[in-house]
Each structure stands twice: as structure tokens, then as C-alpha cells.
């Protein structure tokens, strides 16, 4: 009989939550930033380097791509460019702590402006901010392929604070206990 399976009931109030543009991509930087650690955090000395094949980059390399597109977001607040490639540096250690800073840098002139230059909120979220966070995911699954996975939790608990873009990002606050790819 259709129309009589369950329905959950109707909320007696319902509460509209409501975040600035400058303040949700502020949120969104530090999830990348939150994400990115939680993709980089233990990853054994292989993983830089690991070559998933079909010319796809290293986790190394795509870090520094990261930091690149960040680099040409900033460029619209401050004009001049940003190398498509940077020179690697020395560790990985020294990628993350460039990719950070990065970010730091991206939030700042955001801070300051309440903008990028000519972007908006939108074509922040839809552009860079969403090709970094994508990259933020191969950077996961390139530590699963590469023998290393990381523990699943759930990102809606994550303890994401708008003030932290460093390395230094909490650990996970809601981790799943089990988990097949462990195995």
C-alpha cells in the first residue's frame, strides 16, 4: 500500500542557521586545512613518493599543486603570480608547513578585505577552494592505494576551528572503531 511506510515527524520549530560569506569560507579553509592533516598525519617516508601510475601525481607533488592553487587565489587580492609548479622543498614536513602557511596567507587577505580581489564567496567555494579540497581527498586515497590508510571518522563531529589553519590540527573526535581497510 503506498503512502503508509514511516515518515519522520515534522520539527516543532525549526531553527535556520545562518554564517556570513567571509565566515563560511573562512570554515572552509580550516576544514581543508583539518582534512589535509588528517590525509598527511603518520604517513610513512614511501608515501611522498608513492606513483599510483597513468601519470597521476605523487602526494608530494600534489601538495605542491595545492599550495600552487592556493598561491594563484592570492593573486587575485594581490596581483603578480604564482609558480604553477613550485620548486619542491627539501621534506615533506617542509610542503606541509609552505601549504599551511599558504592557507594562513589566504585567510589573511580575506580577513583584511573581506574579499579576494574580485572574487566572491562563491567563486571561491566553486573554484580553488574546491579543486584544493578535492585534492585534499586523492591525497586519502592515495594513502589507502599506497598501503597506508587512514581511519575513517565522522567529519561532522571534527573539531574544525575557523582560527586553525596550521599543521597543528586536532586529532579525529569521533574515529570509527571499526574498520575494513585497517586489515
Known sequence: ??????????????????????????????????????????????????????????????????????????????????????????SPMAEQERFHAMLESVAALLDAEGRLGSLTAPQLLQGPLADVMTHVGQLALLRRLSGSPIPPENFIFAEVDARNLSPSQPAPARPDEEWRERQ
Open 1 to 90: 500500500m503506498r503512502g503508509t511506510g514511516w515518515r519522520a515527524p515534522l520539527p516543532i520549530s525549526i531553527t535556520y542557521f545562518i554564517m556570513d560569506a567571509r565566515s563560511l569560507v573562512r570554515h572552509f579553509l580550516a576544514a581543508i586545512a583539518y582534512r589535509a592533516q588528517k590525509a598527511m598525519r603518520d604517513a610513512p617516508a614511501a608515501y611522498w613518493t608513492y606513483d599510483a601510475g597513468n601519470r597521476s601525481r605523487t602526494p608530494a607533488a600534489l601538495l605542491r599543486h595545492m599550495t600552487s592553487v592556493l598561491g594563484y587565489t592570492r593573486t587575485f587580492a594581490e596581483g603578480g603570480a604564482y609558480p604553477i609548479d613550485p620548486d619542491p622543498l627539501p
